[in-house]
């Protein structure tokens, strides 16, 4: 595959992936909230870890991740549900398979580039350094719990 390809291809599965949310956005039905008898199920049959990345999930602070994303018109079933830690789950969005495995093997890709230090893995090192340090910057300060603005 040429780096042109690779480009059209992740275009497509961007369009495909927008024309596809904007198809079933209207007539879906609205995103039920799970019990928390659900919830526990859902800790449970996945031995309280995060399917994302295999990591322990610690109280309360992990989303039910729809295994079948609920914006490509995943089911509102307890099948459908699997634990994720919200910052995994904020990085795996609505991506379909095609498209989320093509971003691992990118993302493995690049981070064996920054290991080896190659020419593509400094750039791409000082950059990404440089926009999460922007990012963390943009995120709203949280306020002590029980403060006053
Ligand atoms: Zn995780």
């Known amino acids: ?9 992740l275009r497509r599965l961007h ?10 956005r209207k007539d879906r039905p609205r995103r039920k909230s799970l019990t928390a008898a659900d919830r526990a199920e859902v800790l449970r049959k996945a031995d309280g870890r995060c399917h ?4 322990k999930v610690e109280g309360t602070a992990w989303d039910a991740d729809h295994v079948f994303a609920h914006s490509s018109g995943g089911a509102h079933s307890i099948g459908n549900y699997l634990p994720a830690h ?3 789950n904020s990085y795996r969005w609505h991506y379909g398979p095609e498209e989320f495995r093509l971003i691992l093997k990118l993302g493995v890709w690049l981070k064996t580039q920054i290991e080896k230090g190659t020419v593509v893995g400094i750039a791409a090192g000082e950059r990404f350094t440089a926009y999460e340090k922007d990012r ?8 002590p719990v029980g403060s006053r603005r």
Do not use: T
């Open 1 to 9: 595959v040429s780096p042109l390809a690779l480009a059209k291809l």
């Open 15 to 24: 369009g495909s992936r927008n024309r596809q949310s904007d198809k079933l």
């Open 52 to 55: 994302l990345c295999g990591g």
């Open 86 to 88: 919200k910052l995994c």
């Open 136 to 143: 963390v910057g943009r995120q709203r300060p949280k306020r």
